[in-house]
């Protein structure tokens, strides 16, 4: 579970990206919750990074859940004509939990 | 259009753009825009401050409140002197990239925005001046 409480500059998104995907390497996780509830904006860059970020975890098999996505960023992603196609969200941590038990067959 | 205070944001790395928004949060909540449309403001800037960085190295972002006709509103101007661009119909077709991003920005900037202006001259460089007005 990994919950974003900063501001997402360019190099600290690219940071998590290979900081998570090592991670998940290390651990062999099969599932990975990653909580924006408190970020206030994604502009087309760092939405390209998060959609890079699970793909990627794909790849090395874990599962990715975004949760807590903010109303005014569900807004502005469609504005922007971003669709988070084949990506996995929940409301809230909860649910993006059981999402994952759910996605994970278990 | 009376002009009240104005502030600018030279960018010229990654973190001027983190500048850039963060002000342009500060100016539209001051001025009493509503949550959504702060949000709109600063992925606007945000957008077009990365396009400086990433098109034409560096540039400027200024951020106005301004008054028309009793209307108040936003006003965001990003100046660059870099190569400019050849086809503006092309890079504002969503999805058009030139740098592996999503092509989202400045047709995304167009939509987030109430008035979008674009002026470019190859070799000069561009201009593009967005307009928010508080409803």
Redesign the interface.
Known sequence: MISIQIELDDHTAIQFQEDLLEKIHETGAKGVVIDLSTVDIIDSYIAKILGDVVKMSDLLGAKVVLTGIRPAVAIILTDLGIRLNNISTALDLEKGLAKLKQDLGG | MIMETRSSVPINN??D??QA??LGRQISREMGFG??D???I??AI??LA?NIYLYANNGEITIEPIVNLGKKGLKITSRDKGPGIKDIRLVMQ??YTTSG??G??L??VK??MDIFKIDSTLEKGTNIVAIKWLR
């Open positions: 990654e973190w753009i983190v928004r963060q949550h959504v702060q949000a709109r600063t992925t945000s957008e990365r969503d999805g991003g999503l989202a920005g047709p995304g939509r987030l």
